[in-house]
């Protein structure tokens, strides 16, 4: 079954809706800087297990592969860019200009993501947010930090 608009658009509405919690922002930030993990892959994986989706390592490998790539391609780099452009105090149109631009590219990355995962099969059953996040960083079973900052990231309710 092809991915349809709709099931792109509902991931980045979905990551809209939890960025508005600040406690999810720090948290996924944090994972960020401190492990370098994909804020995109982080959102996905939380997606996938909200929706429903069983997890699967095949589809979380290509997921991972693209988010990986695209952020070392292009968003790790706007973001030093603009962080260094944050620290100028003349440079602040500059600033907002690649932040624009590092959106527009996460953006990108979340409405893409979907395609990966049409054949995802539904789990019947509650999914365990973890189990997403395991496959797609398969890093956490060797660092107890990151384990930590995940399962901290899917303890975080969403607030009405």
Known sequence: MPVNDEMKAD????ALGRWQDKRFEKAC?????D???????????????ASGKQPDARTGRRLAE??????ADYLRPLRQVRRKAAQDDRLPEFKRQLQQVELEGERWLLTTLPSLCETLLPAGKPVDPMGWLLVLIPETAQCEGL????????ELKVES
């Open 66 to 71: 693209l988010a990986e790539q695209f952020e």
């Open 35 to 49: 492990y370098q993990v994909p804020v995109s892959l982080l959102l996905c994986g939380l997606w996938l297990a």
């Open 11 to 14: 991931l980045w509405r979905f």
């Open 147 to 154: 384990q930590e900052g995940l399962s901290r990231l899917a």
């Open 29 to 33: 930030l944090h994972l960020q800087d």
